[in-house]
């Protein structure tokens, strides 16, 4: 092992970390607002309006996120209309190929989240608000959607994590995030080991942190339901 | 129909390899993690140390850096253990085989948590109604605890199963003639990309599927012991 080059390339790595950090935060952006209408129509009452989100969904989680970047960098630009068209200079970027394939994933793993906490919320405390004679801009406002973002967030920090591992596939389309640039420090200095166990590191850093931001808001969330007192479940 | 200019075979083939790699990893994995779930619930500290920073490793970081961690430092451990023995030619280790061990580190590490689970949802009664009967550890292990372990764990561990098979094409980034790689070939050599991907796709669905339909007859199976009611 040879600590110097680790040292040498550090700010480097950082520099990857970066944009991998951007990868992350814009997808879980752009697939959180995609998410909520798709984890509406899944819910639907109407059997083919939920048929649409229910393949897309399928689609989505039952084939590799690699298989979706390819489709997505290299899929497009199969076709003249597409590189003839206004959306080519896009389409044309990894770095948006790859904020694409990230947002439509992760928005198919977020609804079905949303769905599981909008159905979670026990009927009585819809019926209770209109008892206590709320509108439904209220009822929704003070009631239902902070419930369903507290029963969210344990699920939503989990899927940030998925994430942050899954946009490790960005470096296959040439992309300089953390694993991109690892990879290209290795091709000069033929250091794998060392080079990519800090990157290993580094990842490791930043879920340890979200999971401690997330645990934060988890707390200040579900506050009102007092100190919780975590029961040690017995052994064997 | 649609043309694959002679590629459907390769693309076979490579899902043949896709299976392999998923069943061996699988079987490397569960081991791992029913050793990585005894070990958490060990009383002795440093176990459970060994096997926590094992799980939050693994987990933290993404599986294409595991994959590419194990293919390149893999040969440079084994030959220095090899060293030690006074062998020095040169040994590689091949992509299948960093696979199998980088995707069985990752199915170990989060099937250790399914595992600690089950094994802590088993209640204290069925233990000591073995050990009454005059079991000893090993056979209360595989004739009370294992079989309903089993069938609590096994949703955990059929999802995570679908997760192992998805990461099987990162297997392809070191050069494994997966289904994956052999979509590159034919794209490279087509200049069909979307086509080429698109059935990729579909066969990892397709495989998806009938994993699903399988991990759901074993869920009954296991629990054919069960009433309800």
Not at chain 1, 92 to 102: L, N, T
Not at chain 1, 198 to 214: M, T
Not at chain 2, 76 to 91: C, H, K, N, R
Request: aromatic share 12%; glycine share 8%.
């Amino acid at each position: 092992m040879d600590i110097s080059v680790v040292i040498e390339y550090f700010p480097r790595l950082l520099e990857g970390a970066w944009v991998s950090l951007q990868l992350v935060a814009l997808s879980i952006v752009l697939g959180g607002a995609f998410a909520l209408p798709i984890a509406l129509a899944r819910i639907s009452p109407v059997a083919w309006i939920r048929a649409i989100p229910f393949a897309y969904i399928f689609f989505f989680r039952g084939t590799p996120l690699l298989v979706q970047i390819f489709l997505v960098y290299y899929g497009a630009s199969q076709f003249d209309a597409v590189r003839e068209s206004m959306f080519w200079p896009i389409l044309r970027e990894p770095f948006w190929c790859a904020i694409i394939a990230f947002t439509l994933n992760t928005s198919a793993y977020t609804a079905e989240i949303f769905r599981g906490a909008i159905q979670a919320i026990p009927q009585g405390e819809v019926e209770a608000c209109k008892v206590v004679g709320m509108t439904r801009v209220q009822m929704y406002r003070r009631v239902l959607l902070p419930r369903a973002f507290g029963i969210v967030l344990p699920a939503y920090g989990n899927e940030i994590i998925l994430m942050l591992k899954g946009s490790a596939l960005a470096s296959t389309i040439t992309i300089l995030d953390l694993t991109g640039m690892a990879r290209t420090i290795i091709a000069r200095t033929y250091t794998p080991m060392e080079i990519f166990i800090a990157a290993g590191a580094i990842y490791l850093i930043i879920s340890i942190v979200i999971i401690a931001i997330f645990r934060q808001i988890e707390l200040r969330q579900n506050r009102y339901l007092g100190t919780l007192s975590i029961k040690v479940p017995d052994k064997g | 129909m649609i043309n694959l200019h002679g590629f459907g075979d390769q693309l076979l083939q490579g899902a043949v390899v896709t299976i392999e790699l998923a069943l061996y990893s699988l079987f490397v994995g569960l081991i791992l993690g029913l050793l990585g779930a005894s070990a958490k619930l060990s009383s002795y500290k440093v176990l459970r140390w060994i096997a926590h920073g094992y799980t939050t490793i693994i987990r933290g970081i993404p599986e294409l850096l595991t994959v590419l961690i194990i293919y390149f430092g893999a040969t440079s451990v084994l030959m220095a253990i090899a060293g030690l023995f006074g062998y020095d030619e040169y040994i590689e280790v091949g992509a299948f085989a960093a696979g199998v061990i980088a995707l069985g580190l990752t199915f170990g590490a989060y099937a250790t948590e399914v595992f600690r689970g089950a094994l802590q949802a088993i209640p204290k009664g069925q233990h000591e109604a073995a050990t009454a009967l005059g079991m000893g550890p090993i056979r209360k292990f595989y004739r009370i605890i294992l079989p309903q372990v089993w069938r609590v764990a096994l949703p955990g561990l059929g999802n995570l199963f679908l997760v192992l098979l998805k990461d099987t094409a990162l297997v392809s980034v070191v050069g494994l003639d997966d289904i994956m790689r052999k979509a590159n070939i034919a794209v490279s050599s087509t200049k069909e990309p979307f086509l080429f991907y698109l059935v990729a796709a579909f066969m990892y669905l397709a495989l998806t599927i009938i994993s699903m339909v399988f991990v759901s007859y074993m869920e009954k199976r296991a629990s054919r012991g069960l009433t309800r009611g």
